[in-house]
């Protein structure tokens, strides 16, 4: 089915647009907080892709909750053609996960965290209505199974170890043309500096009005991902309320400020360049920018190289801290991959005069692993990863990485250390297909004489009914 459409139809637009787009924005402000649980879903494959599912991918390095440039502004080629081209209700696609969230974490000052849950979602996004509008709608909800009253903060429950459930994602997509499309309400995104964060048991979701494109071949011409955006609101991932983008930044009470984003990504072969801003008016504008390249050394072995930096300062009314800031942070990366095995070193530094913080997403930094970040002002890190997924127990891979990071600038705090260790298991075939284990353990130790050894175990159980 070609997706462009008749002169008609496309005349037709403009009204469409703004009446379900009014209609949209006000059910999403005034709707009550009630609950489902999570999409993403399986839709309709086209023949010419219907073996992308059983393609062998690269090892990745990226950590839980870590969003790249060049998985920013939108799915992949791939995705975007499925999502394009599916019909209104009879393409109706449906997503229910369930999760089980073990995590016992036990801190510097020796006192402990310890919660265990069960939840998940389950959402929907239909086709495209007159080749043009889709509607989504997901709900989560995280239920304590385990979690002891003076054991809190795990993230995985809402303070006090309390269940939540609400309707994170609802939604309105408009096809403006093949390769443009228009989101309004709330919804995931996934950026550097504004994602999903998706590491516990919900993601955050956010209010906004998004627009993404998709243009070019990034096999011959070169590919082009651009995105621009208002967020208004987000909701954190253990929140069943959607507050202020400044507010949730840690802007005092009664401050209400949104965040502009602009940005985009050109990728090429193994080339990808991008960068990104964000602006919050007296809040904080952030900078990110990020370039990867990739080459064979032998027909077995290809090494794999990137850059980063970020750079973060306060603006106009200084009502973040009350006082202005500048930080910045650079990270460069190797890796060497070889069938299922990719070795990893990267460094990164910071500086300025304040920590680099992401109120509103995982860290991008190379050096951000499982608990620490290596962002303090003033600290450089060195990191060393060694990760395998095998080819003889198909969905099975491990890794295990260690960070060495300096003392910060600030006298009264000290230098960290942090070892990990992983393993996965996702069942891709077979009567558990749709099912993954995984178990990630930390301990991290900080010069500070005082202090005890951090130690971090996460237990996870995912599944994803296949037949959906």
Do not use: H
Not at 246 to 255: C, I, L, S
Not at 290 to 302: G, T
Not at 362 to 371: A, E, H, I, N
């Amino acid at each position: 089915m070609d997706i462009r459409l008749n002169p008609e139809r496309r005349r037709a637009r403009p009204a469409l647009l703004a009446t379900t787009a009014s209609c949209l924005l006000a059910g999403s402000l005034a709707m009550p907080d009630v609950a489902l649980a999570q999409t993403a879903a399986v839709e309709p494959v086209r023949e010419e892709l219907e073996t992308l599912d059983d393609m062998d991918l690269e090892p990745s390095s990226l950590e839980q909750g870590q969003t790249g440039m060049q998985d920013s502004f939108g799915p992949s080629r791939e995705e975007w053609i499925r999502e394009t081209r599916r019909k209104a209700f009879e393409d109706t696609k449906f997503d229910v996960q369930a999760r089980t969230f073990y995590l016992d974490r036990d801190k510097y000052d020796n006192s402990e965290m310890e919660a265990w849950a069960l939840g998940g979602s389950a959402g929907l996004k239909t086709g495209y209505f007159r080749e043009f509008f889709a509607f989504g709608a997901t709900g989560y909800t995280s239920q304590k199974l385990y979690g002891p009253d003076d054991k809190d903060g795990t993230g995985l429950l809402a303070p006090g170890q309390e269940g939540y459930t609400v309707l994170g994602e609802v939604y309105g997509e408009f096809l403006l043309n093949q390769d443009t499309r228009l989101t309004l309400g709330r919804r995931a995104f996934d950026t550097p500096y504004i994602n999903k964060n998706d590491a516990r048991m919900t993601p955050n979701t956010f209010q906004a009005a998004v627009l993404q494109g998709l243009y070019g071949d990034s096999k011959d011409t070169g590919e082009w991902r651009v995105g621009a955006g208002y967020f208004d609101k987000i909701k954190e991932r253990t929140s069943e309320d959607f507050v202020s983008m400044a507010r949730d930044a840690g802007a005092p009470a009664g401050v209400e400020r949104g965040v502009y984003s602009l940005g985009a990504n050109y990728a090429l072969g193994d080339l990808s360049v991008g960068a990104i801003g964000y602006y919050s008016d007296d809040i904080i504008g952030i900078f990110y920018t990020e370039a990867k390249y990739a080459f064979a050394l032998s027909d077995d072995w290809k090494l794999r190289t990137a850059l980063q930096y970020s750079d973060q300062s306060s603006n106009g009314d200084n009502l973040l801290k009350g006082t202005s800031f500048d930080s910045n942070q650079w990270g460069a990366k190797a890796e060497l991959v070889r069938g299922g095995a990719l070795f990893t070193v990267a460094y990164t530094d910071a500086g300025g005069n304040a920590n680099m913080q992401n109120p509103w997403s995982g860290y991008p930094g190379y050096t951000s692993v499982q608990v620490e970040d290596f962002n303090r002002d003033g600290e450089s890190a060195w990191l060393a990863r060694a990760g395998y997924d095998f080819k003889s127990v198909k969905g099975l891979g491990i890794y295990a990485l260690y960070v060495d990071g300096s003392d910060p600038s600030s006298p009264t705090e000290y230098s960290r250390k942090e070892a990990d260790f992983n393993v996965q298991w996702k069942a891709s075939e077979g009567p558990l297909k749709g099912l993954m284990v995984r178990l990630r353990y930390a301990q991290v130790s900080q010069a500070d004489p005082a202090s005890d050894d951090l130690k971090d175990l996460r237990i996870m159980v995912f599944y994803d009914p296949p037949s959906l």
